[in-house]
């Protein structure tokens, strides 16, 4: 078991940056990535970021490139989601998850094992 604890939400004016973070604890060990995703009222869940755990390799939605950043602290279990240049579409509730698995593309929520609570994010215009 993993468990994650997402916190940095908020509210927030567009063109300002936020910073995520989820914390994780447990069985952290088999861990291969971890994943930022974002589901807004009425929409599915969407990738937003991921990183590998032990190489750092990132991946981006293409909407966020240049405007999110994703990044790891292996020593305190800890990845975090920088969110600059915030629009109004970025309001959604945030998610962060685990992925055990090498298998399957990083980008696919249905590959994840383990997921937080959710951090609300909410960008006014």
């Known amino acids: 078991q993993v468990q994650l604890v997402e916190s940095g939400g908020g509210l927030v004016q567009a063109g300002g940056s936020l910073r995520l973070s989820c914390a994780a604890s447990?069985?952290?060990?088999?861990?291969?990535?971890m994943g930022w995703f974002r589901q807004a009222p009425g929409k599915e869940r969407q990738f937003v970021a991921a990183i590998t755990w032990s190489g750092g390799r990132t991946s981006y939605a293409d909407s966020m490139k240049g405007r999110f950043n994703i990044s790891r602290d292996n020593a305190k279990n800890t990845v975090y989601l920088q969110m600059n240049s915030l629009l109004p579409e970025d309001t959604a509730v945030y998610y962060c998850s685990t992925k055990r698995l090498r298998l399957g593309p990083i980008t696919d929520p249905s590959k994840y094992d383990y997921w937080g609570q959710g951090t609300q994010v909410t960008v006014s215009s």
């Open positions: 447990g069985r952290t060990s088999s861990t291969y990535a």
